[in-house]
Structure formats: C-alpha cells, structure tokens
C-alpha cells in the first residue's frame, strides 16, 4: 500500500513581500472502476510574475485531479495511454480560461507549470509541463522521468497558460512496477537533482524515505506538517527562497 506525504509552503522571498505561496500539489490513491488502486500526485507552481499564479496552479491540481479521477472511473479493461493527457490539459486551460474572462483578466495572469504522475499496477503514466522535476524508482533503479524544461534564458520555464503548451508537453506511459515517487517545483530542483550528473541527488531523498518505509498508511498525514517544516528550516532557506512543493510516496517497508 502506498504511503504518501505532501507539502507546499511559501519561499522567504514571498513572506518579505507578503505574498501567499503560489504552489499547490494532490497527492492520494484512487480506486479505479476495477478497483485497482492508483497513486495520483499533481505539482503546480504559479508563475511568480503572474498575477493570480497561485490561483492558476489551485486551479490546475483540482482541474487535474477531477479529469484523472474520471478517466479511471472510466478505464473498465483499458489501461493508461498517453492521448488522455492532452484531454486533461485542454480541460485546464478552459478552465484557467474561463477564471479570467470573468475576472477582466488575462490567462497569462494565471500562468503555472504543471507536473503529474498516475501510478497502478504494473504502469504508469509521467507529464510534465515546465520544470520542476519528477523522480522515480522501479527496483533498484532510480531515474529522472523529465529533466526540469527551463527553457533557453535563466528564470524562464514553461506554462500550461502558453498558446504552444501542447508543444512542451511530455509524456510517457510505462510498462513497469514504480515503487517510489517524487514530484517537486522548482523551488528545490537544485537540491533534489544534481544538474551535472543529470540525476536525483540521493542524498535529499533517503533519510526522508527511510522515515517514510517504516511508517504504516494511516500514519502519514503529521508527517506532512514536519515536511512542511522541513521545507521551511533554515538549512532549505539558506538555498533557495523560492516556493517550495514536495510530494513524496513509497510502497517499500524498507
């Protein structure tokens, strides 16, 4: 059974200037029509130089989760396929689009990466688009799905809001057993990835899986408030002061 613990919280640069944390994630096990369980996680994090990126990336991760939670609802006998996706993303942007038409505003008001996961048995579908990262394990082996898309110039990514999203969007579905999952924004990619080896950087992860492998299921929500406080130490300030979304799951007992 999947444990799972997820934490968004808002960078030093945010608290001086007063403005809330403009992440947002879902990160649970949904039951399929055949009642298969499947781990799904969604990470979004608003534009900083958007208006309402914080309300663009709450509207992304709910959008998300409702459109994945029908297509399994859906699913009957198939399995995952990649076309799903562009489904989900036209549904956000409608969405996003609506918000702003409403408001007087513009959908580039709401811009937000997106990055989501849906794991089951034996398969798994990865999406991604903008950077931040998603980190995966399959046995022994541990892999980046999608290196961080930043784009050509520094502070530039990515968003679901831009007329040429369909064109960033990666997707892959996978024929293998996941094991662990992590999903984090950009606010902790230099931290969680080694940019030279274009790897996860180890050393981040374990001791929170370790903690993570001895708990039972129904033990995991008061670990998200110590990985939001975890997040929000000094030592994570001190390299970065941007918002900061982790989600972290396992189904190892060690």
């Given at each position: 059974m999947w444990k799972v613990i997820r934490?968004?919280?808002a960078g030093?640069?945010?608290?001086?200037?007063?403005?809330?944390c403009q992440d947002d994630?879902?990160?649970d096990v949904v039951h399929s029509s055949q009642g298969a369980d499947y781990l799904v996680c969604v990470v979004s994090d608003g534009a900083g130089s958007a208006a309402e990126g914080g309300k663009g990336s709450e509207m992304a991760c709910v959008t998300a989760r409702t459109c994945i939670e029908a297509a399994l609802r859906d699913l009957g006998p198939n399995r995952l396929e990649s076309a799903l996706v562009e489904g989900w993303i036209s549904e956000i942007r409608r969405v996003i689009g609506e918000a702003a038409e409403r408001r007087g505003l513009?959908?580039?008001d709401y811009a937000c990466t997106l990055l989501g996961a849906v794991v089951?048995?034996?398969?798994?579908?990865?999406?991604?688009?903008?950077d931040g990262a998603m980190v995966a394990a399959c046995g022994c082996a541990q892999g980046v799905v999608f290196w961080p898309d930043s784009g050509p110039y520094a502070n530039m990514t990515y968003f679901v809001t831009d007329d040429e999203a369909f064109s960033r969007l990666q997707v892959v579905v996978a024929s293998v057993q996941i094991d662990e999952l992590a999903l984090f924004s950009d606010g902790i990619q230099r931290l969680a990835l080694s940019f030279e080896q274009q790897s996860p950087y180890a050393p981040f992860f374990e001791p929170m899986l370790n903690v993570l492998r001895a708990l039972e299921p129904g033990d995991c929500d008061v670990y998200d408030e110590r990985l939001a406080s975890f997040l929000n130490s000094q030592a994570i300030n001190e390299r970065t002061d941007d918002d900061k979304t982790l989600v972290i799951a396992t189904r190892r007992t060690s």
């Open positions: 934490a968004s919280v030093t640069s945010h608290a001086i200037g007063d403005r809330p994630c879902f990160a513009t959908v580039r089951g048995p034996g398969q798994a579908l990865f999406f991604q688009i903008g």
